[in-house]
């Protein structure tokens, strides 16, 4: 591929790219040869977009650290079933108001007589402290996190999926199609998505939507989902409407190729790059919503558990017992922040304007 000599700032500034002058003045990006490919009458080969953003990113610590610390959580909350089962021995809904636990060799009431749970103990049984049904808050900080993470990233699929398909319509289409999607985008546009979601949430707490009751974590998970698909289906639907008029669009029309396909084969892949620096901020987005939602009583139900239940639970023993509230939310800060610091790890190594800008 030949690029243009003129706009070399993402050729030269990358040491994984190696600068080949042509006869015809143009220059070739490629991996850095061992000899020149001229010379023997070869070609150097040329880096793809996607794996000159892999590079970048990888250069890139601290999205690196962030996302080994998301994995370290995600890995920890997937495996809240065994820490329930052979550490702690207590499932994640068993009360316990009138047990003990031995704390520094003596024996110590898991919620005491006036109600106060106990806090941290540090050891194998209410490592974290019991919250005021003498439940380990431990295991269900695990499980809770298990629920934010599984709501999180079944809305985060609801979204791309859902908002890069009316996207590709609205923008593709135009015309009758259009307005009615870019109208429905900015009715749900124009509401908070907090109290767009308590509303929902709570209308639908009670009664559940058919067979999926009041209790159940789909319900929030779909209001979540409906909430943010106008958050990516408008940028998805602006960069659909600059692709439409690109010169590759045109000759797809000109040969008779279906509006579908050209949406599948044409536009869809060269969107693709803002679909993924998309990801990670909605997944953020739906985590921390749901926290929102459920700290308000509209998102997940008892006897579910999720951070920010717990974050709720534990908020009138803030004085008391403050690790009750700060442990839940120092988890969902952490997994939050990490998530944010990826997505901007991402957005940098897909940044349009550090890529090869290839001579038509």
């Not at 999205?63 to 890995?75: K, M, P, R």
């Not at 941290?120 to 209410?126: A, E, L, S, W």
């Not at 987005?285 to 459920?294: Q, R, W």
Request: charged share 15%; glycine share 12%; proline share 8%.
């Amino acid at each position: 591929m030949v690029y243009d000599p003129v706009s070399r700032s993402g050729v030269d500034d990358d040491p994984d790219i190696a600068v080949v002058p042509l006869p015809s003045g143009g220059i070739l990006a490629g991996e850095h040869p061992e000899k020149d490919p001229w010379a023997e009458g070869q070609h150097a080969p040329a880096i793809g977009p996607w794996r000159l953003a892999g590079r970048r990113l990888r250069r890139n610590r601290t999205a690196l650290i962030f996302l080994g610390l998301f994995l370290v959580l995600v890995a920890m909350c997937l495996l809240a079933p065994v820490y329930s089962k052979d550490i702690a021995q207590i499932g994640p809904n068993t009360n316990n108001v009138t047990g003990t636990v031995t704390v520094r060799g003596h024996s110590e009431n898991v919620v005491s007589l006036d109600g106060l749970p106990i806090g941290p103990t540090f050891t194998r049984h209410y490592f974290f402290g019991a919250d005021t049904n003498g439940r380990d808050l431990a295991v269900r900080l695990l499980y809770g996190g298990r629920t934010s993470l599984l709501i999180g990233g079944i809305a985060m699929l609801i979204i791309v999926v859902f908002g890069t398909l009316v996207g590709l319509l609205s923008g593709y289409l135009r015309g009758p199609v259009d307005s009615v999607l870019r109208w429905l985008m900015e009715l749900v546009w124009s509401f908070p998505p907090v109290i767009l979601g308590v509303v929902v949430g709570t209308a639908l707490a009670f009664g559940g939507i058919g067979p999926i009751k009041g209790n159940s974590i789909l319900i929030p998970t779909f209001i979540i989902g409906a909430i943010y698909v106008p958050y990516l289906g408008k940028p998805i639907r602006g960069e659909v409407l600059r692709l439409r008029e690109m010169d590759f669009v045109d000759a797809a029309r000109v040969v008779g190729i279906s509006p579908w396909r050209i949406m599948v084969s044409e536009i869809l892949p060269n969107a693709m790059s803002t679909i993924t620096v998309f990801i990670p901020i909605m997944l953020a987005n739906c985590i921390l919503l749901e926290a929102y939602l459920s700290f308000l009583g509209a998102g997940v139900q008892a006897p579910n558990a999720s951070w920010g239940t717990l974050i709720s639970d534990g908020l009138p023993y803030i004085s008391t017992t403050p690790t009750f509230s700060l442990i839940p939310g120092a988890m969902l800060v952490l997994t939050v922040l990490s998530i944010n610091v990826l997505g901007d790890g991402v957005r940098d190594a897909l940044d349009p304007r550090a890529q090869v800008r290839i001579k038509t």
